[in-house]
């Protein structure tokens, strides 16, 4: 089990850019594949992006495509996630999430597949 710490939600104009940060403590940083999910009041949680152990296998879902881009630091035990262009309906709580294997390509999209969560971090966006 590790700890998941989500920060660098904030206000921002339409257009705009923020950068998520996700600090993972407690065991080997690099045994984990992580998620970026999201989720509005009343809404069904969506996996944002998500990238495997090494880093070479990243996921976006289609409205975030060429927009966002995830990536990881080993040596902080940190994943990121830049959000730019942001647009109105990207307003929601994100958080992140960890889940520990042994396979170092595979990404996991779905909440289930993950085991440590993150209180999250609010992006809102003003049009």
């Known amino acids: 089990q590790v700890q998941v710490v989500e920060s660098g939600g904030g206000l921002v104009q339409a257009g705009g850019s923020l950068r998520l940060s996700c600090v993972a403590s407690?065991?080997?940083?690099?045994?984990?594949?992580m998620g970026w999910f999201r989720q509005a009041p009343g809404k069904e949680r969506e996996c944002v992006s998500a990238?495997?152990?090494?880093?070479?296998?990243?996921y976006y879902t289609n409205s975030v495509k060429g927009r966002f881009t995830i990536s990881s630091d080993n040596a902080k035990n940190t994943v990121y996630l830049q959000l730019n262009n942001l647009k109105p309906e990207d307003k929601d709580g994100y958080y992140c999430?960890?889940?520990?294997?042994?396979?170092?390509?595979?990404?996991?999209?779905?909440?289930?597949?993950?085991?440590?969560w993150g209180l999250g971090t609010q992006v809102t966006v003003s049009s």
């Open positions: 407690g065991r080997a940083f690099d045994m984990y594949a």
């Open positions: 990238i495997s152990r090494n880093g070479g296998n990243t």
């Open positions: 999430a960890a889940r520990a294997t042994t396979s170092v390509t595979t990404r996991f999209l779905q909440g289930n597949d993950y085991n440590d």
